[in-house]
């Protein structure tokens, strides 16, 4: 089996599936005393901003992403998220904060204005790294690409363009607003703007051939962007194209594709640092690397997900997804906007680490996992062992990195920490 590349834009938060929650009635730091949790220190903090509204939904697109209204309520919406964060605030309170990721949905519907105001909260309430990354994810779209400058002096260092592909025919299938010459023009823009921007691009679309994915790869990287994300499209449940799925390339012309890709990239100076992302050296994304070592991350907006560790317990939690309910109820600062809280247990943390670590290709190192877990490797060495023999993770004691063959069936390495 091919390994999974997700169908995700930077900024994705990892999910756990249904089967590993903890179960009700079980919270509290008497909980995480009993799974044994142990942190002698907290991991970096990060904060994700979800901006729910699109101009419409994508078939592929299975994210908490709504259409926007006739009048988008970006007031309500600021004031709904400042009361989120200040009924978060106790929960991370004197903790520095080194990136900021706005996204969606498309956060580039908000007014420049908006943005500011937003950035403004989150230097008021939160302990801010004075150099901290702060990214936004924007479309391509010509209007909303003309604030970029002004996103700019409000303080957002990075912009992630939406671009997906070049090939107008493509975007068409893909039900994108924006064509090849809009995204071109937005990508000029963002670079006038900011140093650093992202590229999300797609492959493996309805109808491409190996040609078009190419082309594609090769537009992206002629304008010298330091980072790329590429993701192999897939048929995401509950939506448009897995009720109808459209024609897509078979797994053999994804993986040729996904390999000229990778070659193209390594040519032009960006290595894979992670599944699916490539960078030049110094310009990976701090945001998800934070991620994928395993560090903390309060999400605020509607659906937006989060992980706070404490001294004995490490927490995960979910709010409101719709727009309008999580707004009413953030606005009642009752707690009730936050849909879900649960704690890891000592048995999930194998497998949550190693969803994420397992991601880099340079893996982590293996002390690692207890500075984030608070538990010995000794935990999961029965996995590490199988996972060694089977040729899916190196034998290096000092580092927790997949083989060759291991990011290759990435699936099937993870699972073995389940």
């Known amino acids: 089996m091919k390994k999974f590349i997700p169908i995700v834009s930077e900024g994705y938060q990892t999910r756990v599936p249904e089967g590993l929650r903890q179960p009700d009635g079980v919270t ?19 904060v994700y901003i979800h901006v729910p509204w699109c101009v419409r939904k994508c078939p592929y697109c299975d994210f908490n992403s709504h259409q926007i209204p006739d009048v988008l309520p970006e007031d309500r919406y600021l004031e709904a998220l400042q009361a989120d964060l200040e009924q978060a605030l106790p929960r991370i309170w004197g903790r520095q904060v080194t990136t900021v990721f706005i996204g969606g949905g498309t956060p580039s519907l908000l007014s420049d204005r908006g943005i500011d105001r937003m950035l403004a909260m989150l230097r008021s309430h939160l302990n801010l790294w004075p150099d901290a990354e702060i990214t936004l994810e924007a479309n391509p779209g010509t209007a909303e690409a003309s604030r970029f400058k002004s996103y700019a002096a409000s303080g957002v260092n990075r912009i992630s363009l939406g671009v997906q592909s070049f090939n107008d025919q493509a975007l068409h299938a893909l039900g994108r607003i924006h064509d090849g010459d809009q995204a071109r023009a937005a990508i000029e823009m963002a670079q006038h703007a900011v140093q650093r921007v992202n590229l999300d691009l797609m492959f493996a679309l309805p109808n491409q051939t190996l040609e078009e994915s ?3 790869t090769r537009i992206a990287l002629a304008f010298g962007t330091d980072h790329l994300s590429m993701y192999h499209l897939t048929l995401e449940p509950n939506t448009v194209f897995a009720k109808y799925p459209p024609p897509i390339p078979d797994e053999d012309l994804a993986a040729t594709m996904e390999d000229s890709i990778e070659s193209m990239a390594d040519a032009a100076g960006l290595s894979r640092y992670e599944v699916s992302a490539f960078a030049r050296k110094g310009s990976q994304s701090r945001h998800n690397l934070n991620y994928w ?11 937006a997900h989060g992980k706070l560790s404490f001294h004995d317990r490490i927490e995960r939690d979910a709010r409101t997804r719709n727009p309008e309910a999580w707004m009413q109820s953030a606005l009642r600062r009752d707690g009730s906007h936050v849909s879900e809280n649960r704690l890891l247990t ?14 880099l290709r340079q893996g982590v190192p293996s002390t690692l996992y207890t500075e984030r877990c608070g538990l010995s490797l000794i935990t999961m060495s029965s996995a590490m062992q199988k996972a060694t023999q089977q040729g899916l993770l190196t034998a290096d004691p000092t580092r927790l990195q997949a083989t060759a063959q291991g990011w290759r069936f990435l699936n099937e390495l993870q699972t073995l920490f389940l």
């Open 214 to 216: 190419i082309a594609d």
């Open 293 to 303: 070592e395993f560090g903390d991350y309060l999400g605020i907006g509607p659906g």
């Open 346 to 359: 000592a048995q999930d943390l194998p497998f949550e680490f190693m969803l994420n670590a397992l991601r």
């Open 28 to 46: 509290g730091a008497l909980a995480g005393q009993h799974a044994g949790i142990r942190l002698t220190s907290l991991p970096p903090l990060s």
